[in-house]
């Protein structure tokens, strides 16, 4: 199985703030890296597929980078609406596997 | 609009079995790979299986030889039957769909979810 970690684990940050996740993949999984957005008692939410694929929906401030076994999600500047959980998830092979999650908190 | 909704969550005793339902709505549901995760109760996702079109299924190695996962083309669902559930089971479960027709990993949408509590 490809393992998934992501740093950090908690995030504190205040509204306007530049925020950077971190993700890696025990082995290569080229582009094939999907970040998703949840919410305490809601679905899990795609923000951003194939790496740095902005999904439909998903505001310009979110953006996603990396290839191989390296990657990172960016939120270019942090609005309420956004303190959630953040997940990575591997697509390159089965079993399918995410990142443990990283919470984005207020300051 | 494309939409999942779930149904057949609850309280079942260890060992028991349960089957979930998500019916989709708004696109055509055989070309769309479609995935079951589930989140333990103040826990990450985990992947635990998904079905192709018409055949090829995948499963988790916690879940193997205990869930099956199905569909009905025709009635535009998916199915997870659940049997010799344990405590470690309960979790909310969620039916997710592959963003693009095939098989690409990209979830999108997810199903509201469902809570299954295993306990006696």
């Known amino acids: 199985d490809i393992q998934m970690t992501q740093s950090p684990s908690f995030v504190s940050a205040s509204v306007g703030d530049r925020v950077t996740i971190s993700c890696r993949a025990s082995?290569?999984?080229?582009?094939?890296l999907a970040w998703y957005q949840q919410k305490p008692g809601n679905a899990p939410n795609l923000l951003i597929y194939?790496?740095?694929s902005l999904q439909s929906g998903v505001p310009s401030r979110f953006s996603g980078s990396g290839s191989g076994t390296q990657f990172t999600l960016t939120i270019s500047s942090l609005q309420a609406e956004d303190f959630a959980t953040y997940y990575c998830q591997q697509t390159d092979i089965f079993p399918r596997t995410f990142g443990q999650g990283t919470k984005v908190e207020i300051k | 609009e494309v939409q999942l909704v779930q149904s057949g969550g609850g309280l079942v005793n260890p060992g028991g079995s349960l089957r979930l339902s998500c019916t989709a709505s708004?696109?055509?549901?055989?070309?769309?790979?479609m995935t079951w995760a589930r989140q333990a109760p103040g826990r990450g996702l985990e992947w635990i299986s998904s079905i192709g079109g018409f055949t090829s299924v995948y499963y988790a190695e916690s879940v193997k030889g205990r869930f099956t996962t199905s569909r009905d083309n025709a009635k535009n669902s998916v199915y997870l039957q659940m049997n010799s559930l344990r405590a470690d089971d309960t979790a909310i479960y969620y039916c997710?769909?592959?963003?693009?027709?095939?098989?690409?990993?990209?979830?999108?949408?997810w199903g509201q979810g469902v809570l299954v509590t295993v306990s006696s």
């Open positions: 082995k290569g999984v080229s582009k094939r």
């Open positions: 708004g696109f055509t549901f055989p070309t769309h790979t």
């Open positions: 194939a790496a740095s």
């Open positions: 997710a769909r592959d963003l693009t027709p095939g098989t690409t990993g990209w979830f999108d949408p």
